[in-house]
């Protein structure tokens, strides 16, 4: 008995000791969208693998089966019904419970996020030389506000950003083509959830959705 209560111990070290770690090791994404594909490869220090493309390719059909003829079976008697349990009421102490949390888990999320190796090649096009004209100076405006705001609440390391104007067929065709690295670190996120459950426990928050 003693020498398996060791084994469990060792274990159990093992254990937290590579929880730690995973929390410690930054974690990360790189996304890019090109050709209307969207592909999403996940990963940790800096290896990543992919986890989710869209469109997803064509899966090769497989042969219906055909279904054999089952006899019906005997009727289950009635189970006898449960009485529903009665939810908590939602006060104006738990809004603000609620909105305090989510304030404090999007802070820190935000605050842990860095983006990375941002690369943006956009074509601008229209009908006309002029209405690409107008186009490049719209969407040159729109994402001078749009990443300003951004770069307020989050880290971005831009490699290219490029809107190049698409003159027509008699002109090299402009790919679009966008990537990026997002890169966080678990453990700011995860002690903050953590914190943020508790006082959702203690304010009676989770009997709303329990």
């Known amino acids: 008995l003693l020498f398996l ?17 995973l929390m410690l090791c930054p974690f990360c994404a790189d996304v890019l969208w090109e050709n209307e594909t969207l592909i999403v490869k996940a990963g940790a220090l800096g290896i990543t693998f992919p986890v989710f493309r869209y469109p997803a390719p064509e899966k090769p059909k497989k042969e219906k089966k055909k279904k054999s003829k089952k006899k019906p079976e005997a009727e289950s008697k009635p189970k006898p019904e449960a009485t529903p349990r009665k939810k908590a009421k939602l006060t104006l102490n738990i809004v603000c419970t609620i909105l305090r949390g989510t304030g404090k888990l999007t802070k820190v999320v935000f605050g842990a996020l860095r983006i ?4 943006i090649c956009l074509g601008v096009r229209g009908e006309d ?7 490049y ?8 506000s749009a990443l300003g705001l951004l770069d ?7 490699e290219q950003l490029r809107l190049v104007p698409d003159l027509g067929p008699d002109q090299p065709t402009v790919e679009d083509r966008v990537s990026f ?3 966080a670190q678990a453990y700011a996120i995860v002690f903050t959830a953590l914190r943020v459950l508790y006082e959702f426990w203690h304010e009676k ?6």
């Open 129 to 135: 030389p002029a209405d690409v004209a107008r186009s």
């Open 152 to 158: 307020r609440f989050l880290y971005l390391d831009f």
């Open 181 to 183: 690295r997002v890169t």
């Open 205 to 210: 928050v989770l009997d709303l959705f329990l």
């Open 5 to 21: 209560l060791k084994v469990l111990g060792i274990l159990l070290l093992v254990v937290l000791v590579l929880a730690v770690l």
């Open 116 to 119: 990375t190796k941002i690369n």
């Open 137 to 144: 100076g719209k969407l040159n405006a729109w994402l001078g």
